[in-house]
């Protein structure tokens, strides 16, 4: 049995430090993406020039600017900083994917309160960022490594690049990084706002020597498939300093997983078409497959007939206005107060909620319809209360929006 020296347990000591270091940068930013296993991430150590390639992927669900299943070369989305007690990086679901975001509602909230903290709403925003497949072409040339950047410090750059280089529809460079011949990018890097990393400020287009092997095209994966997209109530806890649920996974369709049924998900993940074909038979799964259908409708088809159906004797929850209205923001709120007549008064001192059960309440939303009839006299209807409910309240009130962002009609 060998003895450790003290001399080797330091340096032990830091090769395992190391080691954890490394395996929790494989997920970036915090808690943004999730790297597959042995690919490594991109960055600028320093100013001046560094050549780049950008590799192509194939593109997956919910791209902004590209088609599933077609050829493209980043994926944009966008964060919330400094989330929590912990003041955490998240992708934001609203801007991202379109779905509600609670920090985003309380940005809105502070940006409407004349006593909130104008500084940290400005930080809680959200920031537009990219990822992409990029090899260096003098240190390492036959890694694809995943670049995680903020536009302002690299899509700014090639953007304009591409604007200028922009003659019509034949003449321009907007298939740089196609197979062969395509070009790679001569980038100029300069030091960052205030001293923070380094920004891309000029791209150049050089044409390539030769096309990209499949030994670089292989490496590429899927960017859209990368993102950690946390559930709302995730959001929401984080926000307010009490973390993500215990036992909980995050998804990249924003639901709660228990251990199974990750492992499930991540098993289609990883089959190609024919081994869903094969999966669909060998478990008996009412799934039919077209030749229209691309492999993630098919897992989308699978994991729908795969869902656990509701308990017996257990009604599940009602969707309707209450869902509705929580999705509306307070000037939204304020128009649909106005365009279905309701009487509900809105004041300066009620918040987003507020508003919102006055409107169930005026509505008689989830309640059984009152008889015809009238009331005896001196007994108010249930009905009333909202009705008699803002004079209570203090302050004068709010003032009906000009131009509302959204405009919807009762149902």
């Known amino acids: 049995m060998s003895v450790r020296t003290r001399k080797q347990e330091r340096r032990g000591g830091v090769t395992e430090g190391t080691q954890r270091r490394r395996e ?23 100013a001046g020039v560094i050549r ?27 964060i919330h900083r400094g989330v929590g007690v912990n003041e955490q990086w998240v992708v934001c679901p609203a801007k991202t994917l379109k779905k509600p975001c609670p920090i985003c ?29 990029v090899r260096d072409l003098k240190k390492d040339p036959d890694k694809v490594k995943i670049w995680h950047i903020s536009h302002a410090y690299f899509g700014k750059a090639i953007d304009e690049a591409l604007q200028a280089e922009y003659e019509d529809k034949e003449n321009n460079k907007d298939n740089f990084c196609a197979e062969s011949p395509g070009y790679y990018l001569k980038c100029q ?4 706002w205030q001293g923070h990393g380094f920004s891309v400020e000029r791209v150049d287009f050089v044409p390539r020597k030769e096309g990209l092997d499949q030994d670089i095209l292989s490496q590429a994966v899927c960017l859209d498939k990368l993102l950690v997209i946390h559930t709302y109530d995730e959001l929401k806890r984080m926000l307010h300093g009490t973390g993500p649920a215990e036992g909980s996974k995050k998804t990249k369709t924003g639901k709660d997983q228990t251990p199974a049924e990750e492992t499930a998900d991540t098993d289609l993940a990883g089959m190609d078409r024919t081994e869903l074909k094969q999966y669909i038979k060998e478990n008996n799964l009412d ?16 994991t729908a007939v795969s869902e656990p159906e509701e308990p017996e004797g257990e009604e599940p929850e009602p969707e309707g206005a209450a869902d509705e209205f929580d999705a509306l923001d307070r000037t939204e709120l304020k128009e649909y ?15 987003d909620d507020d508003i919102r059960e006055a409107i169930r309440t005026a509505e008689g939303a989830g309640e059984e319809p009152e008889p015809e009839g009238e009331e005896p006299a001196g007994e108010p209807g249930e009905g009333d209360w909202a009705k ?24």
């Open 337 to 351: 107060i106005k365009e279905n007549k309701l009487e509900v008064k809105v004041f300066k001192n009620m918040s």
């Open 52 to 78: 780049i390639d950008v590799i192509p992927y194939k593109v997956g669900p919910g791209n902004p600017y590209a088609a599933p299943d077609t050829q493209y070369w980043e994926r944009t989305f966008f």
């Open 388 to 411: 008699e409910w803002p004079e209570e309240a203090e302050g004068e009130p709010e003032a009906e929006p000009e131009k509302p962002a959204t405009r919807r009609r009762k149902k």
């Open 189 to 192: 890097a300069e030091t960052g």
């Open 105 to 133: 509602e309380e940005v809105s909230r502070m940006d409407k309160d004349p006593n909130a903290d104008d500084e940290m709403a400005k930080a809680l925003a959200p920031s537009r960022r990219m990822v992409l497949h």
């Open 287 to 302: 799934v039919k497959v077209f030749k229209n259908m691309s492999d993630d409708d098919i897992r989308d088809a699978i």
């Open 24 to 46: 929790q940068s494989q997920q970036m930013g915090g808690d943004i993406l999730k790297l597959p296993e042995g690919m490594e991430s991109f960055s600028i150590e320093s």
